[in-house]
């Protein structure tokens, strides 16, 4: 969940990387929305990706959406189910090699969200999150937010999103707030004003 409370930037015109792996193809989660992203400097097009260990870029944004796998290891490439129709999910569509063998996912249209006041169920924590606290991005699959505690992060030194600080809390969440989102038991957003 990534919503808008305040007016923002919208940027309309990124596509999400294509992936080369095979696996896949089952309506599988790629990124969530509120994942931080940075911009592929080695692409003319503005292809973002989200972050994974060790990558000391310049944050770019967030995605506003949920982008998923296609369905075309179960179903004929191109299907949609009947739940993502008038959703905001994106659907990466398979890429094909030489012989015709899906070898991973086409680029695919995503949003990405700049500045602006938003509410996210996507970050980290260990602990309560108040009001005032400086967010940055966490580096793991998931790309989101969290503070620099490094139990917080993965990195024995925080990232820092190649510039400091990406946001910060607005409205937070309880300690036992933060485990049961963290634990995806009980969702709890929290408000957040981004810098990027």
Known sequence: MFIPRHPVVENQFCQFASQ???TGGTGGVLAYAGSACYLDTSQNDPIVKIYVANENYAAF??????????????????MMLPGDLGSSDVIAQPSYNSSGVINGTKAAPVGVAHMGIWDTI?????????????????????????TTSATENTQTTPFNGGGGIVAYVLKGASAAQVTANVANTTLFPIRVKLLV
């Open 122 to 146: 996507h970050y980290y924590g260990t602990a309560a999150l108040v009001a005032g606290t400086a967010l940055y991005v966490r580096q793991s699959s998931a790309s989101e937010l969290c």
């Open 20 to 22: 080369t792996s095979a």
């Open 61 to 78: 944004g967030f995605l506003m959406q949920k982008v998923k796998y296609g369905y075309h290891s179960i179903h004929p490439a191109g």
